[in-house]
Nanobody
């Protein structure tokens, strides 16, 4: 059973940076595409970024393009989300999730089989 644990969240000022990690246990991440999602209070969960199992394909929400970068190190069983130029509207709980197939619609939370518990990101103005 694949288990995912996010880390790296915290409080940062506008314009700052954070790097989130999504560490897997119980199974290898090699076979899974990974999505990053976030949820702000009172709002629906939204897709931020996703990456294919090999890392060769990525996708980003328009709101984070040019600021966020997703990457993975399958040898370490870990996926990363580098977040730069953070804005207050980036505040929320960030989740990583795994699915077997990478699809162009991977920013939608549908059909992800495994989810982490989330890590809080707060960007102050």
């Amino acid at each position: 059973q694949l288990q995912l644990v996010e880390s790296g969240g915290g409080l940062v000022q506008r314009g700052g940076s954070l790097r989130l990690s999504c560490a897997a246990s119980g199974s290898t991440l090699d076979y899974y595409a990974i999505g990053w999602f976030r949820q702000a209070p009172g709002k629906e969960r939204e897709g931020v970024s996703c990456i294919s199992s090999s890392g060769g394909s990525t996708n980003y929400a328009d709101s984070v393009k040019g600021r966020f970068t997703v990457s993975r190190d399958n040898a370490k069983n870990t996926v990363y989300l580098q977040m730069n130029s953070l804005k207050p509207e980036d505040t929320g709980v960030y989740y990583c999730a795994a699915r077997v197939l990478y699809v162009s619609t991977c920013l939608r939370p549908n059909n992800y089989n495994y989810w982490g518990q989330g890590t809080q990101v707060t960007v102050s103005s």
